[in-house]
Protein backbone atom coordinates (compact mmCIF):
# COMPACT_ATOMS: atom_id res chain seq x y z
CA UNK A 1 0.00 0.00 0.00
CA UNK A 2 2.55 2.72 0.95
CA UNK A 3 4.19 3.91 -1.74
CA UNK A 4 0.82 5.57 -3.45
CA UNK A 5 -0.33 6.51 0.02
CA UNK A 6 3.24 8.67 0.95
CA UNK A 7 2.38 10.25 -2.05
CA UNK A 8 -1.30 10.90 -1.27
CA UNK A 9 0.06 12.59 1.99
CA UNK A 10 2.19 14.66 0.11
CA UNK A 11 0.22 15.55 -2.83
CA UNK A 12 -3.26 16.46 -1.06
CA UNK A 13 -6.54 16.96 -3.03
CA UNK A 14 -7.96 20.02 -1.71
CA UNK A 15 -11.09 18.75 -2.20
CA UNK A 16 -9.40 15.57 0.93
CA UNK A 17 -9.84 15.51 4.84
CA UNK A 18 -8.59 13.07 7.34
CA UNK A 19 -10.26 12.11 10.24
CA UNK A 20 -9.28 9.75 13.04
CA UNK A 21 -11.20 6.58 13.71
CA UNK A 22 -10.27 5.49 17.08
CA UNK A 23 -8.97 4.86 19.19
CA UNK A 24 -11.66 4.91 21.48
CA UNK A 25 -14.05 4.48 18.14
CA UNK A 26 -16.63 1.72 19.36
CA UNK A 27 -16.32 -0.16 16.30
CA UNK A 28 -12.43 -1.15 16.59
CA UNK A 29 -13.63 -3.30 19.48
CA UNK A 30 -10.13 -2.08 21.39
CA UNK A 31 -7.97 0.48 21.06
CA UNK A 32 -6.87 1.31 17.26
CA UNK A 33 -6.72 3.91 15.36
CA UNK A 34 -7.45 4.43 11.38
CA UNK A 35 -6.47 7.57 10.05
CA UNK A 36 -9.10 7.83 7.17
CA UNK A 37 -8.65 10.06 4.51
CA UNK A 38 -12.09 10.98 3.19
CA UNK A 39 -13.07 12.87 -0.05
CA UNK A 40 -16.85 13.39 1.20
CA UNK A 41 -18.11 10.29 1.99
CA UNK A 42 -15.46 7.76 0.10
CA UNK A 43 -12.44 6.42 1.13
CA UNK A 44 -9.24 7.34 0.14
CA UNK A 45 -6.81 5.33 2.03
CA UNK A 46 -7.09 4.27 5.34
CA UNK A 47 -3.72 3.84 8.06
CA UNK A 48 -3.37 1.83 10.82
CA UNK A 49 -1.53 2.99 13.96
CA UNK A 50 -1.37 -0.05 16.69
CA UNK A 51 0.65 0.39 19.44
CA UNK A 52 -1.64 1.25 22.30
CA UNK A 53 -1.53 -1.77 23.77
CA UNK A 54 2.27 -2.77 23.26
CA UNK A 55 3.01 -4.84 26.29
CA UNK A 56 6.22 -6.24 24.89
CA UNK A 57 5.03 -9.47 25.80
CA UNK A 58 7.89 -11.12 23.35
CA UNK A 59 10.45 -9.30 26.06
CA UNK A 60 8.66 -10.38 28.73
CA UNK A 61 9.12 -13.86 27.73
CA UNK A 62 13.12 -13.98 27.33
CA UNK A 63 12.66 -13.73 31.31
CA UNK A 64 10.23 -16.20 31.83
CA UNK A 65 9.98 -19.74 32.29
CA UNK A 66 7.78 -22.07 29.86
CA UNK A 67 5.26 -22.56 32.23
CA UNK A 68 5.07 -19.00 33.21
CA UNK A 69 4.83 -18.15 29.48
CA UNK A 70 1.72 -19.83 28.96
CA UNK A 71 -0.13 -17.44 31.58
CA UNK A 72 1.06 -14.37 28.95
CA UNK A 73 -0.19 -15.98 26.11
CA UNK A 74 -3.70 -15.77 27.20
CA UNK A 75 -3.69 -12.02 26.92
CA UNK A 76 -2.75 -11.53 23.35
CA UNK A 77 -5.91 -12.87 21.59
CA UNK A 78 -8.00 -13.52 25.00
CA UNK A 79 -11.03 -14.55 22.43
CA UNK A 80 -9.20 -17.82 21.38
CA UNK A 81 -7.06 -18.42 24.89
CA UNK A 82 -7.24 -22.25 24.57
CA UNK A 83 -5.82 -22.50 21.19
CA UNK A 84 -2.98 -19.79 22.27
CA UNK A 85 -2.15 -22.08 25.22
CA UNK A 86 -2.04 -24.67 23.19
CA UNK A 87 0.25 -23.68 20.69
CA UNK A 88 3.21 -22.99 23.28
CA UNK A 89 2.32 -26.37 25.12
CA UNK A 90 2.67 -27.74 21.68
CA UNK A 91 6.20 -26.29 20.99
CA UNK A 92 7.46 -27.43 24.49
CA UNK A 93 6.19 -30.62 23.97
CA UNK A 94 7.30 -31.45 20.37
CA UNK A 95 10.75 -30.22 21.62
CA UNK A 96 11.22 -32.43 24.12
CA UNK A 97 9.06 -35.12 22.55
CA UNK A 98 7.08 -36.16 25.32
CA UNK A 99 4.10 -37.95 24.60
CA UNK A 100 0.95 -36.63 25.94
CA UNK A 101 -1.83 -38.67 27.03
CA UNK A 102 -4.92 -39.52 24.23
CA UNK A 103 -7.26 -38.06 27.08
CA UNK A 104 -5.51 -34.45 27.49
CA UNK A 105 -5.56 -34.62 23.81
CA UNK A 106 -8.97 -35.08 23.36
CA UNK A 107 -9.62 -32.51 26.05
CA UNK A 108 -7.77 -30.47 24.69
CA UNK A 109 -9.34 -30.57 21.04
CA UNK A 110 -12.76 -30.08 22.81
CA UNK A 111 -11.90 -26.64 24.82
CA UNK A 112 -10.52 -25.80 21.19
CA UNK A 113 -13.43 -26.08 19.38
CA UNK A 114 -15.84 -24.55 22.39
CA UNK A 115 -13.54 -21.65 22.22
CA UNK A 116 -13.74 -20.86 18.36
CA UNK A 117 -17.45 -21.18 19.15
CA UNK A 118 -17.54 -18.87 21.99
CA UNK A 119 -15.17 -16.70 19.85
CA UNK A 120 -17.83 -16.67 16.54
CA UNK A 121 -20.38 -16.47 18.28
CA UNK A 122 -19.30 -12.97 20.27
CA UNK A 123 -18.06 -11.97 16.61
CA UNK A 124 -21.34 -12.48 15.67
CA UNK A 125 -23.08 -10.48 18.57
CA UNK A 126 -20.72 -7.73 17.89
CA UNK A 127 -20.49 -7.59 13.67
CA UNK A 128 -24.39 -7.33 13.60
CA UNK A 129 -24.04 -4.47 16.49
CA UNK A 130 -21.57 -2.54 14.06
CA UNK A 131 -24.14 -2.86 11.62
CA UNK A 132 -27.00 -1.54 13.49
CA UNK A 133 -28.69 -4.86 14.62
CA UNK A 134 -28.75 -4.37 18.10
CA UNK A 135 -30.40 -7.96 18.71
CA UNK A 136 -27.65 -10.03 17.62
CA UNK A 137 -25.82 -9.15 20.52
CA UNK A 138 -28.18 -10.58 23.50
CA UNK A 139 -28.63 -13.65 21.11
CA UNK A 140 -25.02 -14.22 20.66
CA UNK A 141 -23.96 -13.48 24.37
CA UNK A 142 -26.58 -15.83 25.27
CA UNK A 143 -25.50 -18.90 24.43
CA UNK A 144 -22.02 -17.96 24.26
CA UNK A 145 -22.58 -18.14 28.43
CA UNK A 146 -23.33 -21.61 28.10
CA UNK A 147 -20.27 -22.32 26.86
CA UNK A 148 -18.56 -20.00 29.67
CA UNK A 149 -20.57 -22.03 32.18
CA UNK A 150 -18.63 -25.10 30.86
CA UNK A 151 -14.93 -23.40 31.24
CA UNK A 152 -16.42 -21.70 34.66
CA UNK A 153 -17.07 -25.52 35.62
CA UNK A 154 -14.14 -27.19 34.67
CA UNK A 155 -11.58 -24.68 35.42
CA UNK A 156 -12.82 -21.88 37.55
CA UNK A 157 -12.24 -18.94 34.52
CA UNK A 158 -14.25 -17.88 31.95
CA UNK A 159 -11.79 -16.22 29.43
CA UNK A 160 -8.37 -16.48 30.33
CA UNK A 161 -8.02 -20.34 31.00
CA UNK A 162 -4.31 -20.72 31.35
CA UNK A 163 -5.84 -24.53 31.70
CA UNK A 164 -3.02 -26.09 29.57
CA UNK A 165 0.42 -26.75 30.54
CA UNK A 166 3.09 -28.23 29.02
CA UNK A 167 2.69 -31.54 29.01
CA UNK A 168 -0.92 -31.61 29.74
CA UNK A 169 -3.68 -29.97 31.42
CA UNK A 170 -3.11 -28.29 34.63
CA UNK A 171 -6.05 -30.79 36.30
CA UNK A 172 -8.79 -33.37 35.20
CA UNK A 173 -12.09 -31.44 33.63
CA UNK A 174 -15.39 -32.04 35.68
CA UNK A 175 -16.83 -35.18 35.83
CA UNK A 176 -19.87 -33.92 34.38
CA UNK A 177 -17.85 -32.06 31.71
CA UNK A 178 -19.34 -34.71 28.69
CA UNK A 179 -22.51 -34.41 29.65
CA UNK A 180 -22.95 -30.94 29.26
CA UNK A 181 -20.78 -30.46 26.08
CA UNK A 182 -23.15 -32.75 24.82
CA UNK A 183 -26.24 -30.95 26.57
CA UNK A 184 -24.75 -27.47 24.86
CA UNK A 185 -24.69 -29.33 21.04
CA UNK A 186 -27.98 -29.99 21.44
CA UNK A 187 -28.79 -26.77 22.81
CA UNK A 188 -26.88 -24.95 19.82
CA UNK A 189 -28.24 -26.77 17.44
CA UNK A 190 -31.56 -25.52 17.90
CA UNK A 191 -30.53 -21.92 18.48
CA UNK A 192 -28.33 -21.60 14.96
CA UNK A 193 -31.49 -21.30 13.10
CA UNK A 194 -32.40 -17.89 14.84
CA UNK A 195 -29.18 -16.75 13.62
CA UNK A 196 -29.91 -17.77 10.27
CA UNK A 197 -33.43 -15.94 10.42
CA UNK A 198 -32.18 -13.00 12.32
CA UNK A 199 -29.32 -11.81 10.15
CA UNK A 200 -27.99 -14.27 7.42
CA UNK A 201 -31.53 -13.65 5.38
CA UNK A 202 -31.41 -10.40 6.26
CA UNK A 203 -31.82 -8.08 3.51
CA UNK A 204 -30.75 -5.17 4.95
CA UNK A 205 -27.64 -6.92 6.26
CA UNK A 206 -27.18 -8.15 2.08
CA UNK A 207 -26.77 -5.14 1.19
CA UNK A 208 -24.19 -3.69 4.13
CA UNK A 209 -21.96 -6.73 3.24
CA UNK A 210 -22.59 -8.25 -0.39
CA UNK A 211 -19.76 -7.44 -2.69
CA UNK A 212 -18.12 -4.73 -0.05
CA UNK A 213 -14.72 -5.07 0.71
CA UNK A 214 -13.46 -7.80 -1.94
CA UNK A 215 -10.47 -9.52 -1.57
CA UNK A 216 -9.01 -11.83 -4.21
CA UNK A 217 -7.06 -15.23 -3.25
CA UNK A 218 -3.80 -13.51 -4.47
CA UNK A 219 -4.44 -10.74 -2.05
CA UNK A 220 -5.09 -13.29 0.80
CA UNK A 221 -2.46 -14.89 0.17
CA UNK A 222 0.13 -12.08 0.13
CA UNK A 223 -1.11 -10.18 2.90
CA UNK A 224 -0.79 -13.59 4.85
CA UNK A 225 -4.58 -13.20 5.82
CA UNK A 226 -5.47 -16.86 7.12
CA UNK A 227 -8.72 -17.64 9.41
CA UNK A 228 -12.03 -17.38 7.86
CA UNK A 229 -11.26 -13.97 6.97
CA UNK A 230 -8.30 -15.67 4.48
CA UNK A 231 -10.82 -18.99 3.30
CA UNK A 232 -13.77 -16.52 2.55
CA UNK A 233 -11.22 -15.91 -0.35
CA UNK A 234 -10.73 -19.48 -1.19
CA UNK A 235 -7.05 -19.27 0.49
CA UNK A 236 -6.95 -22.90 1.84
CA UNK A 237 -5.17 -22.15 4.81
CA UNK A 238 -6.88 -23.54 7.96
CA UNK A 239 -3.69 -25.31 10.10
CA UNK A 240 -6.31 -28.27 11.00
CA UNK A 241 -6.11 -29.66 8.12
CA UNK A 242 -2.51 -28.28 6.32
CA UNK A 243 -0.26 -29.45 9.16
CA UNK A 244 -2.55 -31.08 11.93
CA UNK A 245 -1.61 -31.06 15.45
CA UNK A 246 -3.31 -32.97 18.08
CA UNK A 247 -5.96 -35.00 17.15
CA UNK A 248 -7.24 -33.25 14.44
CA UNK A 249 -5.55 -35.57 11.84
CA UNK A 250 -8.24 -38.34 13.32
CA UNK A 251 -11.36 -36.63 12.87
CA UNK A 252 -13.66 -36.12 10.31
CA UNK A 253 -13.86 -32.49 8.58
CA UNK A 254 -13.53 -30.54 6.17
CA UNK A 255 -12.44 -26.53 5.49
CA UNK A 256 -14.94 -24.70 4.90
CA UNK A 257 -13.99 -22.70 1.57
CA UNK A 258 -15.93 -19.91 0.15
CA UNK A 259 -15.00 -18.30 -3.25
CA UNK A 260 -16.55 -14.64 -3.28
CA UNK A 261 -14.29 -12.98 -0.64
CA UNK A 262 -16.46 -10.05 0.39
CA UNK A 263 -17.82 -8.90 3.41
CA UNK A 264 -20.13 -11.59 3.23
CA UNK A 265 -18.61 -14.30 2.02
CA UNK A 266 -16.40 -14.05 5.60
CA UNK A 267 -19.43 -13.56 7.13
CA UNK A 268 -20.98 -17.14 6.03
CA UNK A 269 -17.50 -18.62 6.31
CA UNK A 270 -17.72 -18.61 10.23
CA UNK A 271 -21.19 -19.61 10.16
CA UNK A 272 -20.39 -22.76 8.31
CA UNK A 273 -17.83 -22.75 11.25
CA UNK A 274 -19.71 -23.15 13.95
CA UNK A 275 -21.20 -25.84 12.17
CA UNK A 276 -18.46 -27.54 11.86
CA UNK A 277 -17.26 -27.40 15.09
CA UNK A 278 -20.66 -28.85 16.43
CA UNK A 279 -19.86 -31.94 14.14
CA UNK A 280 -16.58 -32.17 15.74
CA UNK A 281 -17.53 -31.63 19.12
CA UNK A 282 -20.03 -34.75 18.87
CA UNK A 283 -17.12 -36.71 17.71
CA UNK A 284 -14.79 -35.95 19.95
CA UNK A 285 -16.97 -36.41 22.92
CA UNK A 286 -18.25 -39.67 21.52
CA UNK A 287 -14.74 -40.90 21.17
CA UNK A 288 -12.77 -39.34 24.22
CA UNK A 289 -11.47 -42.20 26.73
CA UNK A 290 -13.07 -41.84 30.04
CA UNK A 291 -9.93 -42.90 32.06
CA UNK A 292 -6.79 -41.35 31.79
CA UNK A 293 -3.83 -39.24 32.89
CA UNK A 294 -4.69 -35.61 32.72
CA UNK A 295 -0.61 -35.06 32.15
CA UNK A 296 2.42 -36.96 31.16
CA UNK A 297 5.17 -36.44 33.39
CA UNK A 298 7.24 -34.10 33.02
CA UNK A 299 10.13 -32.29 34.95
CA UNK A 300 9.18 -29.42 37.34
CA UNK A 301 11.70 -27.09 35.21
CA UNK A 302 11.40 -27.05 31.77
CA UNK A 303 14.59 -26.89 29.50
CA UNK A 304 14.01 -26.84 25.90
CA UNK A 305 17.06 -28.36 24.16
CA UNK A 306 19.13 -26.08 22.55
CA UNK A 307 17.58 -25.61 18.80
CA UNK A 308 14.69 -23.46 16.76
CA UNK A 309 11.05 -24.82 17.17
CA UNK A 310 8.12 -23.38 15.19
CA UNK A 311 4.40 -24.56 16.02
CA UNK A 312 1.21 -23.80 13.96
CA UNK A 313 -2.33 -23.25 15.72
CA UNK A 314 -5.81 -22.88 13.80
CA UNK A 315 -7.41 -20.31 16.44
CA UNK A 316 -10.41 -18.59 16.16
CA UNK A 317 -9.18 -15.61 13.91
CA UNK A 318 -6.45 -17.30 11.73
CA UNK A 319 -2.97 -18.72 11.68
CA UNK A 320 -0.90 -18.40 15.34
CA UNK A 321 2.97 -19.47 14.95
CA UNK A 322 4.95 -20.10 18.07
CA UNK A 323 8.92 -19.43 17.30
CA UNK A 324 10.97 -20.80 19.71
CA UNK A 325 14.77 -20.05 20.08
CA UNK A 326 16.39 -21.31 23.11
CA UNK A 327 19.59 -21.57 24.14
CA UNK A 328 19.15 -24.73 26.42
CA UNK A 329 18.01 -22.77 29.40
CA UNK A 330 15.00 -22.49 31.66
CA UNK A 331 14.20 -19.31 29.63
CA UNK A 332 13.59 -18.78 26.01
CA UNK A 333 16.18 -17.27 24.03
CA UNK A 334 13.84 -15.43 21.99
CA UNK A 335 10.19 -15.70 21.53
CA UNK A 336 7.99 -14.62 18.83
CA UNK A 337 4.18 -14.97 18.00
CA UNK A 338 3.21 -15.00 14.56
CA UNK A 339 -0.43 -13.61 15.49
CA UNK A 340 -2.91 -13.55 12.65
CA UNK A 341 -4.87 -10.21 13.96
CA UNK A 342 -1.27 -8.55 12.91
CA UNK A 343 -1.79 -10.08 9.25
CA UNK A 344 -5.40 -9.49 8.82
CA UNK A 345 -5.19 -5.95 9.53
CA UNK A 346 -3.13 -5.00 7.24
CA UNK A 347 -5.23 -5.84 4.50
CA UNK A 348 -7.68 -3.21 5.65
CA UNK A 349 -6.24 -0.36 2.96
CA UNK A 350 -6.36 -2.75 0.06
CA UNK A 351 -10.19 -3.48 1.03
CA UNK A 352 -12.07 -0.07 1.45
CA UNK A 353 -10.20 1.97 -1.09
CA UNK A 354 -13.01 3.81 -3.06
CA UNK A 355 -15.77 2.14 -0.67
CA UNK A 356 -17.78 4.36 1.82
CA UNK A 357 -16.93 5.37 5.01
CA UNK A 358 -19.49 3.15 6.44
CA UNK A 359 -18.46 0.14 5.11
CA UNK A 360 -15.04 0.34 6.51
CA UNK A 361 -17.05 -0.57 9.93
CA UNK A 362 -18.52 -3.87 7.80
CA UNK A 363 -15.17 -4.64 6.56
CA UNK A 364 -13.28 -4.22 9.76
CA UNK A 365 -15.62 -5.73 12.00
CA UNK A 366 -15.97 -9.05 8.84
CA UNK A 367 -12.58 -9.16 9.50
CA UNK A 368 -12.93 -9.84 13.24
CA UNK A 369 -9.61 -8.32 14.69
CA UNK A 370 -8.84 -8.41 18.19
CA UNK A 371 -6.96 -5.64 18.95
CA UNK A 372 -4.08 -7.28 21.76
CA UNK A 373 -3.31 -9.61 19.29
CA UNK A 374 -2.09 -7.09 16.84
CA UNK A 375 -0.18 -5.55 19.32
CA UNK A 376 1.35 -8.01 21.71
CA UNK B 1 6.71 -33.53 -1.44
CA UNK B 2 9.62 -34.47 0.78
CA UNK B 3 12.00 -32.51 2.04
CA UNK B 4 15.27 -34.10 0.87
CA UNK B 5 13.48 -34.01 -2.33
CA UNK B 6 12.51 -30.50 -1.85
CA UNK B 7 16.15 -29.87 -0.33
CA UNK B 8 17.72 -30.65 -3.55
CA UNK B 9 15.91 -28.66 -5.90
CA UNK B 10 16.28 -25.98 -4.01
CA UNK B 11 20.44 -26.28 -3.75
CA UNK B 12 20.03 -26.54 -7.14
CA UNK B 13 17.87 -23.17 -7.40
CA UNK B 14 20.27 -21.21 -4.72
CA UNK B 15 24.05 -22.60 -5.04
CA UNK B 16 25.32 -19.63 -2.73
CA UNK B 17 23.23 -20.76 -0.03
CA UNK B 18 23.65 -23.71 2.33
CA UNK B 19 20.44 -26.16 2.28
CA UNK B 20 20.08 -28.26 5.50
CA UNK B 21 17.46 -30.01 7.15
CA UNK B 22 16.27 -28.21 9.99
CA UNK B 23 14.63 -29.95 13.13
CA UNK B 24 11.97 -29.78 11.71
CA UNK B 25 11.93 -28.15 8.35
CA UNK B 26 14.44 -27.45 5.48
CA UNK B 27 16.62 -24.73 6.23
CA UNK B 28 18.38 -22.48 3.75
CA UNK B 29 21.14 -19.97 5.27
CA UNK B 30 22.11 -17.28 2.21
CA UNK B 31 24.51 -14.36 2.92
CA UNK B 32 22.50 -11.13 3.82
CA UNK B 33 23.75 -9.22 0.41
CA UNK B 34 22.22 -12.02 -2.08
CA UNK B 35 18.98 -12.04 0.05
CA UNK B 36 16.52 -10.50 -2.05
CA UNK B 37 17.64 -12.68 -4.41
CA UNK B 38 17.25 -15.86 -2.85
CA UNK B 39 13.55 -14.73 -1.71
CA UNK B 40 12.38 -13.89 -5.34
CA UNK B 41 14.16 -17.16 -6.80
CA UNK B 42 11.94 -18.62 -4.01
CA UNK B 43 9.09 -16.86 -4.30
CA UNK B 44 8.84 -17.71 -8.20
CA UNK B 45 10.09 -21.02 -7.94
CA UNK B 46 8.96 -23.70 -11.08
CA UNK B 47 6.24 -25.94 -9.45
CA UNK B 48 6.90 -25.12 -5.65
CA UNK B 49 6.33 -20.92 -5.75
CA UNK B 50 6.84 -19.69 -2.04
CA UNK B 51 3.69 -17.85 -2.24
CA UNK B 52 2.57 -17.33 1.38
CA UNK B 53 5.46 -16.09 3.64
CA UNK B 54 3.98 -16.93 7.40
CA UNK B 55 6.41 -15.28 9.47
CA UNK B 56 9.14 -13.13 9.41
CA UNK B 57 11.28 -11.77 12.22
CA UNK B 58 14.77 -11.50 14.19
CA UNK B 59 17.12 -12.39 16.88
CA UNK B 60 19.72 -10.99 18.54
CA UNK B 61 22.95 -12.96 18.92
CA UNK B 62 25.43 -10.49 20.56
CA UNK B 63 27.69 -10.72 17.75
CA UNK B 64 25.46 -11.06 14.88
CA UNK B 65 21.77 -10.35 14.31
CA UNK B 66 19.89 -12.84 12.46
CA UNK B 67 16.60 -13.10 10.64
CA UNK B 68 14.18 -15.61 9.44
CA UNK B 69 11.61 -15.72 6.93
CA UNK B 70 9.39 -18.74 7.50
CA UNK B 71 7.25 -19.38 4.27
CA UNK B 72 5.05 -21.58 2.45
CA UNK B 73 4.32 -22.90 -0.95
CA UNK B 74 0.38 -22.83 -0.55
CA UNK B 75 0.42 -25.69 -3.50
CA UNK B 76 2.67 -28.48 -2.03
CA UNK B 77 2.14 -27.10 1.88
CA UNK B 78 6.03 -27.64 2.45
CA UNK B 79 7.00 -25.65 5.41
CA UNK B 80 11.03 -23.59 4.96
CA UNK B 81 12.89 -21.29 7.09
CA UNK B 82 15.42 -18.85 5.39
CA UNK B 83 17.96 -17.33 7.66
CA UNK B 84 20.80 -14.20 6.57
CA UNK B 85 22.72 -13.10 9.22
CA UNK B 86 23.62 -9.72 9.56
CA UNK B 87 27.14 -8.79 11.41
CA UNK B 88 27.49 -5.04 11.51
CA UNK B 89 25.78 -3.90 14.59
CA UNK B 90 26.48 -0.67 14.56
CA UNK B 91 24.50 0.08 11.37
CA UNK B 92 22.69 -2.97 10.60
CA UNK B 93 20.80 -3.35 6.66
CA UNK B 94 19.38 -5.54 4.63
CA UNK B 95 17.23 -5.75 1.87
CA UNK B 96 13.72 -5.34 2.37
CA UNK B 97 11.49 -8.25 0.51
CA UNK B 98 8.30 -6.39 0.90
CA UNK B 99 8.34 -6.24 -3.14
CA UNK B 100 8.32 -9.54 -3.25
CA UNK B 101 5.52 -10.70 -0.38
CA UNK B 102 3.13 -7.30 0.53
CA UNK B 103 2.84 -9.11 4.18
CA UNK B 104 7.09 -8.67 4.51
CA UNK B 105 6.30 -4.67 4.75
CA UNK B 106 4.59 -5.11 8.53
CA UNK B 107 6.74 -7.54 9.60
CA UNK B 108 9.47 -5.32 8.83
CA UNK B 109 8.76 -2.53 10.33
CA UNK B 110 8.15 -4.41 13.40
CA UNK B 111 11.77 -5.56 13.32
CA UNK B 112 13.47 -2.47 12.99
CA UNK B 113 10.95 -1.09 15.74
CA UNK B 114 12.27 -3.72 18.14
CA UNK B 115 15.69 -4.23 16.92
CA UNK B 116 16.69 -1.36 14.59
CA UNK B 117 17.46 -3.01 11.77
CA UNK B 118 17.02 -0.84 8.64
CA UNK B 119 15.47 -2.54 5.35
CA UNK B 120 16.72 -0.80 2.68
CA UNK B 121 14.42 0.11 -0.25
CA UNK B 122 11.22 -0.21 2.42
CA UNK B 123 8.52 1.86 1.20
CA UNK B 124 7.14 3.11 4.70
CA UNK B 125 9.83 1.98 7.03
CA UNK B 126 8.56 3.94 10.16
CA UNK B 127 8.04 2.58 14.06
CA UNK B 128 5.23 0.35 14.45
CA UNK B 129 4.41 0.03 18.30
CA UNK B 130 6.66 2.72 20.16
CA UNK B 131 7.98 6.14 20.34
CA UNK B 132 10.92 7.15 17.74
CA UNK B 133 12.90 8.08 21.00
CA UNK B 134 12.55 4.61 22.71
CA UNK B 135 15.72 2.18 21.95
CA UNK B 136 15.41 -0.97 20.31
CA UNK B 137 13.60 -3.28 23.18
CA UNK B 138 14.44 -6.86 22.02
CA UNK B 139 18.33 -6.16 21.08
CA UNK B 140 20.30 -7.74 24.48
CA UNK B 141 22.31 -5.23 25.51
CA UNK B 142 18.96 -2.89 25.93
CA UNK B 143 18.75 -0.98 29.24
CA UNK B 144 15.44 0.61 30.14
CA UNK B 145 15.75 2.16 33.65
CA UNK B 146 12.51 3.72 33.65
CA UNK B 147 9.98 0.91 32.48
CA UNK B 148 11.99 -2.56 33.37
CA UNK B 149 12.33 -3.53 36.78
CA UNK B 150 15.28 -6.40 36.90
CA UNK B 151 14.62 -8.66 39.53
CA UNK B 152 17.47 -9.88 42.10
CA UNK B 153 19.03 -13.47 41.02
Known amino acids: ?376 | MENTELMELITKVIPYGTVSQGSQYPEIVVPADKLHEAAEQLRNMEGHPFDYLINMTAADFSEKFTVYYHMESTKTHNLIVLKADISDREKPEVDTVSDIWVTAEFFEREVFDLFGIRFKNHPDLRRLFLEDDYGFPLRKDFKDEVNIIELPN
Request: glycine fraction near 8%; charge should be negative.
Open chain 1, 1 to 376: MSTDVIKNIIVKDDEDYIINMGPQHPSTHGVLRLEVCLNGEIVKYVIPHIGYIHRGIEKMCEADTYKQIIHLTDRMDYLSAHMNNEAVCLAVENALEVEVPERVQYIRAILDELNRLASHQLWWSAFGMDLGALTTFFYGLRDRERILQIFEESFGSRLLHSFNTPGGLMHDVHPNFQKHVIEFVKYFRKKLPDYKNLLTDNVIFHNRTKGIGNMTREQAVAFGVTGPSGRGSGFACDVRKVAPYGIYDKLDFEQVLYKEGDSFARYQVRMDEMEVSLNLLEQLVEKMPSEGDFTAKMKAIVKLPEGEYYQRVETARGELGVFVISDGAKFPYRMKFRTPNFSNLFVLNALSKGLKIADLVAISGSLDLVLPDIDR
